[in-house]
């Protein structure tokens, strides 16, 4: 007797100082003596009696039914359900399965009609875990699943490893080992979030090592899960690690180990009022002095009969039964209700669907009739269409030919400024040589041989400057009837650096030749590199040299506003780049305003004066870059000027 009171000692001496240590047991006191009547007061109160769940069921509960009947006076129903489940956690802990099971499916009823999807999720689970006690594990799986849905359809990370956990467990018990493993080690993957319950998952896996027949391995983590449990003041937990390492070493053939086990489960069971850990050690512990110790075996198989009457008793049985098929009833009538709800939707549905059709019906009718009128007047109206079409075709074409040949009357008066040189050289030597064959003739006559040769010199090079400036009035002949005459579209070698020098010079004598007063600064930087590509040379000769008249329209109107110090300059260059071949034309303008800026390519858009352009150039020269594979963009700046870039593939396409 006197040993037992020592042991008892010891023990309240253990659990006050386990007390003392947990800080968070302090601290939920402090808020709780701080805390107004209020929600939070009844979510503190309910926490707190959770801390004693596995070292004091009783005052678990007790917390929590002062939280519960707080709740209800100031109508806080998810506090109610919350302090329903843990206050029905804390009755299984004390092995009042039947009270546990009603409080867990009255929790339930709450919660999901008014959608409280966590809570929901607890009572589920807890639900699950009674019938894991009486080892219906079917049902226990079913509510389990329930639970673990829940929790994922919010996310709740913990909720979903404590479900796997207890899954894990589930299948343990029923020997589906590859299940179990791979449930617990999902748990085991978020165990940051469940330290707390951490030796449950230890004795999980040293459970399903045992089974596999791994010792080793299964003390590993039994000694691993009772020493978390013990630095925790989880004496539940670690009772029931010491009854199922008794267990192992039992089926081993180590009696000494099973009971030194054993004992200690019935020891930490009794210190949390864990009537399950009690019943598994104390009927090892009857059986394993059965043969050795009969006195003991007697005093055990007591422990054990009082903890399985208090768990397994035929009333408690019996009143689980009634609460399982009360529940069934339940969710049987919600399913009728739910299923006559639905029918009355179809009904509706189908009431409203045959409403729709008739109206539909009403309006396809009315439509029908509409619609015969209404094509009589499309038919009219889409011969007018086709034929302001047809018109606008040719005034388009008219148009398009029109920016041709303006294009062309522009090079022409530039050609024509161009050979006008040539051909003056041609008729003043021609005039020289004509004076210095006369010359000639004279020192013929007086015999002056040496006078004759030197006049006959200057002769010789006179006939071949005529010769030289004459070639070159032909090639500009040439180069403007290649420009004149329609595109064979054919893409020939073609040095751009020379197409690009010729159509800015001549781009330049044209505007010349209509303005006399017109005048500018031409700038050029070509890349000697780049070589010959492949295009063709009468379009993109089109291309430069519209961009290059407007670059001098758009200077010359500058100079027109009177800017003091302004010198109109355009500039011309080209770039070899990896595959491509860059060609830039600047100005120092006024720019293009930004709000018109998306507009510029588009055919007929311009922004000369009425008679002075028809808005095709720059959409011609786009297509015809585009056409080549190229780009043609545009970078400006309002009145700083504007840069427009060709890219062109640097080879053949």
Not at 114 to 122: D, L, M, P, R
Not at 278 to 291: A, K, Q, V
Not at 432 to 437: D, Q
């Amino acid at each position: 007797m006197r040993k037992q009171l020592l042991i008892i000692f010891l023990l309240a001496i253990l659990c006050r100082q386990g007390f003392a240590q947990n800080k968070l047991t302090d601290s939920l006191h402090n808020l709780l003596a701080i805390a107004k009547e209020d929600t939070s007061r009844v979510l503190t109160t309910i926490d707190l009696g959770l801390q004693y769940r596995n070292t004091n069921p009783d005052s678990c509960i007790y917390y929590c039914e002062k939280a519960l009947t707080l709740a209800k006076q100031i109508r806080f129903k998810r506090g109610e359900v919350y302090a329903l489940t843990t206050i029905g956690l804390g009755l299984r802990e004390k092995g009042d399965l039947p009270k546990a099971l009603e409080l867990q499916l009255q929790a339930l009823q709450i919660a999901e009609p008014n959608n409280y999807v966590i809570e929901a999720a607890f009572s589920l689970r807890r639900i699950g875990l009674v019938y894991m006690d009486i080892k219906n594990y079917p049902l226990c799986l079913h509510y389990l699943y329930r639970a673990l849905n829940k929790q994922e359809t919010v996310q709740y990370k913990r909720g979903m490893a404590i479900e796997y956990m207890n899954l894990g467990m589930t299948y343990e018990y029923m020997s589906q080992l590859d299940s179990a493993l791979f449930f617990i080690q999902k748990a085991d993957e978020w165990k940051d979030l469940i330290e707390d319950l951490y030796p449950e998952v230890n004795r999980v896996f040293g459970n399903i090592y045992a089974k596999k027949g791994d010792q080793q391995l299964a003390l590993a983590y039994y000694n691993k899960g009772i020493e978390t449990g013990l630095k925790l003041n989880d004496f539940r937990t670690a009772s029931f690690i010491y009854a199922d390492a008794a267990r192992m070493f039992r089926q081993v053939n180590k009696p000494d180990s099973a009971i030194a086990y054993a004992k200690k489960g019935v020891m930490y069971g009794q210190m949390a009022s864990y009537k399950k850990g009690i019943l598994f050690s104390s009927t090892m512990l009857s059986e394993l002095y059965d043969s050795i110790n009969p006195k003991e075996a007697l005093r055990y198989y007591k422990i054990a009969s009082a903890a399985k009457d208090s768990l397994f008793g035929a009333g408690n049985i019996q009143t689980i039964q009634t609460l399982i098929a009360k529940e069934e009833a339940r969710q049987k009538e919600v399913e009728i209700t739910r299923t006559a709800y639905q029918n009355r939707l179809k009904q509706y549905g189908l009431l409203a669907g045959l409403g729709i059709f008739l109206i539909v019906a009403f309006i396809l009718f009315r439509n029908n009739r509409q619609q015969k009128k209404a094509n009589i007047l499309l038919k009219r109206q889409k011969e007018e269409i086709q034929s302001a079409l047809s018109q606008l075709r040719s005034t388009q074409a008219q148009l398009i030919q029109s920016e041709k040949m303006a294009s062309l009357g522009e090079l022409t008066a530039g050609i024509a400024h161009e050979i006008q040189n040539p051909l003056n050289f041609v008729n003043n030597f021609s005039e020289v040589s004509k004076e210095l064959l006369d010359e000639m003739k004279e020192a013929i006559e007086k015999g002056d041989a040496e006078e004759a040769k030197e006049i006959m010199n200057d002769v010789i090079q006179n006939l071949e400057k005529i010769n030289h400036h004459g070639k070159r009035a032909d090639g500009i002949v040439k180069g403007m009837l290649q420009h004149s005459r329609s595109s064979s579209n054919q893409k020939e070698p073609t040095d751009i650096n020379a197409l690009a020098d010729e159509y800015l010079r001549l781009a330049y004598h044209g505007l010349r030749a209509k303005d006399k007063s017109f005048n500018a600064t031409m700038k050029t930087d070509f890349d000697e590199t780049i070589g010959n590509i492949h295009i063709i040379p009468q379009d993109i000769g089109r291309v430069i040299l519209n961009l290059i008249t407007n670059a001098f329209y758009v200077v010359d109107e500058k100079v027109k506003q009177g800017i003091a110090g302004y010198e109109p300059t355009v500039e011309v260059s080209t770039k070899k780049m990896k595959d491509k071949v860059e060609v830039k034309v600047k100005d120092n303008g006024n720019g293009i305003p930004q709000k018109i800026l998306d507009k510029i390519f588009q055919p007929f858009f311009t922004t000369k004066p009425t008679g002075q352009g028809t808005g095709l150039g720059l959409s011609l020269s786009y297509d015809i870059v585009k056409a080549h594979g190229g780009e043609l963009t545009v970078k400006t700046e309002e009145r700083i000027g504007s840069t427009f870039i060709i890219h062109l593939p640097a080879k053949e396409i």
